[in-house]
């Protein structure tokens, strides 16, 4: 009877948790800034993920060399 009752507890447990972490809106997995929009909330906002393209993720300036004789060194 007790084995029953632990396998049944466990059973219930993980799908406790299984309902728990899962979202019915989940949060945007990136956020491409749209430095053109009025609205600043908390920074600037997100541009529709439809009009976001592949230029918006690439910099072309890492080979440049920087100034790195501040404090932090970077």
């Given at each position: 009877m007790a084995?029953?009752?632990i396998m049944i507890l466990s059973l219930l447990t993980i799908t406790s948790?299984?309902?728990i972490a899962f979202e019915s809106s989940?949060?945007?997995d990136f956020c491409v800034a749209d430095p053109?929009?009025?609205a600043l909330v908390n920074g600037l906002a997100c541009l529709d993920s439809k009009i976001v393209e592949?230029?918006?993720?690439?910099f072309?300036?890492?080979?440049l060399l920087g100034n790195?004789?501040?404090p932090v060194g970077s």
């Open positions: 084995r029953h009752n948790t299984l309902v989940p949060l945007r053109t929009s009025s592949a230029n918006h993720f690439f072309s300036g890492l080979h790195t004789s501040n």
